[in-house]
């Protein structure tokens, strides 16, 4: 099996691998607060206060492309 694959496509796949990492990150971040504020704690999760929320999601839809 040979993947002809040069450096750009690598590249390209590991910032795409990584950009979906933080994604996920953010939104289980993002969950993980709405959930404490409707008193379901997950204990690997930190508490965050409202502030946090508002900056979580502003990092989310950045991440989405900042388009309303």
């Known amino acids: 099996m040979n993947a002809n694959l040069n450096v750009g496509q ?13 994604g996920i ?6 969950a ?3 959930a404490a504020k409707f008193g379901v704690r ?4 930190p508490q965050t206060g409202e502030q946090a ?3 979580l999601c502003g990092a989310w839809w950045l991440y989405r492309g900042g388009k309303l």
């Open 32 to 34: 993980g607060t709405v």
């Open 53 to 55: 929320l508002a900056w």
């Open 42 to 45: 997950a204990s690997f999760l």
């Open 25 to 30: 990150a953010l939104l289980v971040l993002i």
């Open 10 to 22: 690598i590249i390209s796949q590991v910032t795409s691998i990584i950009t979906t990492i933080v």
